[in-house]
């Protein structure tokens, strides 16, 4: 009964994988293993997912992203180096995918008055100093549209360390540059997202931070 | 301390607390069913990546090229594997041996494997059950061709 054996076989790796740690499966991926690409498709499409969503701001690109991601990730498994983090490499190929996506549509990036225009109406109803919580999707809409005005690297550090919640060091391996240039960027970015959110979305600012703002 | 009012709190001091929000899980963002997606759409281009060849795949990164080459090289595969049984059909109904599986067809712009790697192409998984297909017929001078086309190629 060998079919009967192959899907033993099949079951009991796929068992396996699902036991294993993250280095385990990109190990396996590397060697070629097909069931370890599935595994790893399987744990990380949702983390991508998010990620390429914070990067990108709309569903669909980030759907477009991950697909993309996991192909690369299989494309270039002899590239990888044992040495490496497994999760620094898979945010590395998708924050770069991410980038090329970013740079296809910024010209339409540009366009995105009308969004900003009913996003001011929908926060001017809104109770702010009372502690209404935001949508998701609204927040989102106002961090896309700042967004536009960083440089991409500006906006993936930005999005690895202040939402993802990565350090210096992981930003600056993600990345592919020195913490202190992480550092550098994130100033810059916080400082053009400051500015731009109290000159374009006045009223998601508190007036403690606007008071703040305007004393310093 | 309720999640808005930590959130309020830093928010005060700082307005890109703001972007506190987006921490959180997007809803709805990913299902299950995305999982399975993102499984279909990678063989996809893997098989597409197979059935091209390296030189006349898009540049890597693009990610609609990717989907169209990937449905370049599936409907390539699916188009032989009909003109393959459409030929075996008439030869056995001709009460001869059937007919080999012609070595090489390539689909324009796509260099074709060497060998009889077209013949061992397994047939295109789905097109014999297929649910809300349709059905193209295109009428050459020596071959009349037939795609059926069903919702899961994304083109």
Same mark, same amino acid.
Request: some cysteine; charged content about 30%.
């Given at each position: ?9 099949? &079951?009991?790796?796929r068992?396996?994988?699902?036991e ?9 991926? @590397? ?13 990380? &499409? ?16 980030a759907?477009?992203?991950?697909q ?7 494309e ?7 040495? +490496?983090?497994?999760?620094t ?12 996506? =970013?740079?296809?549509?910024?010209? /339409? ?9 009913? !996003?001011s109406q ?23 549209? !700042? ?12 999005v ?7 350090s ?8 592919g @540059?020195?913490e ?19 000159? /374009? ?16 | ?5 930590? !959130? ?6 700082? *307005? ?14 990913? &299902?299950?069913?995305?999982? $399975?997606?993102?499984r ?17 795949? *898009?540049?890597?990164g693009s $990610?609609a ?13 699916g188009?032989?594997? =009909? ?12 009460g ?11 689909? *324009?712009?796509?260099?074709? *494997?060497?060998?009889?790697? +077209? ?21 050459g001078e020596? =071959?009349?061709?037939?795609?059926v ?7």
């Amino acid at each position: 009964m060998p079919q009967l054996d192959l899907a033993y076989s099949a &079951t009991r790796r796929r068992a396996e994988l699902a036991e294993a740690g993250d280095r385990e499966v990109v190990s396996a991926l @590397c060697a070629g293993d097909e069931q370890a690409l599935d595994e790893l498709i399987e744990r990380k &499409t949702k983390p991508l997912l998010q990620l390429a969503y914070r990067i990108l701001g709309d569903r669909e690109e980030a759907r477009d992203v991950v697909q993309v991601t996991f192909f690369k990730i299989w494309e270039n498994r002899a590239r990888f180096d044992s040495r +490496w983090s497994p999760n620094t490499w898979i945010y590395r190929i998708a924050s770069n995918v991410a980038i090329d996506q =970013l740079r296809a549509r910024q010209s /339409r990036e540009r366009a995105a008055e009308p969004v900003r225009n009913h !996003l001011s109406q929908v926060a001017a109803g809104r109770r702010v100093t009372t502690g209404a919580a935001y949508d998701h999707g609204e927040v989102m809409a106002v961090f896309r549209d !700042l967004a536009g005005e960083l440089s991409d690297k500006q906006r993936v550090i930005f999005v690895l360390r202040e939402i993802e919640g990565l350090s210096s060091h992981e930003t600056a391996e993600v990345v592919g @540059c020195r913490e202190s240039t992480v550092r550098n960027h994130l100033f810059n970015a916080r400082r053009t997202l400051r500015r731009e959110l109290l000159r /374009r979305y006045p009223e998601y600012v508190p007036p403690a931070a606007v008071a703040a703002e305007a004393r310093s | 301390m309720s999640s808005s009012e930590e !959130l309020l709190r830093p928010a005060a001091a700082d *307005p890109l607390a703001l972007f506190g929000v987006l921490a959180g899980e997007a809803p709805g963002l990913a &299902t299950a069913d995305d999982v $399975a997606e993102v499984r279909r759409a990678v063989a996809a281009m893997r098989r597409g990546r197979r059935l091209a060849g390296r030189r006349s795949l *898009p540049r890597l990164g693009s $990610a609609a090229a990717w989907r169209q080459a990937a449905a370049v090289g599936v409907l390539a595969a699916g188009l032989l594997s =009909l003109a393959a049984a459409g030929w075996q059909r008439a030869a056995e109904s001709a009460g001869e041996p059937a007919a080999a599986v012609p070595a090489a067809v390539a689909m *324009p712009g796509y260099a074709a *494997p060497g060998g009889d790697e +077209w013949a061992r192409r397994p047939v295109f998984e789905g097109l014999d059950r297929p649910r809300s297909a349709s059905v193209y017929e295109l009428a050459g001078e020596e =071959l009349d061709v037939v795609m059926v086309v069903d919702e899961t190629l994304d083109v």
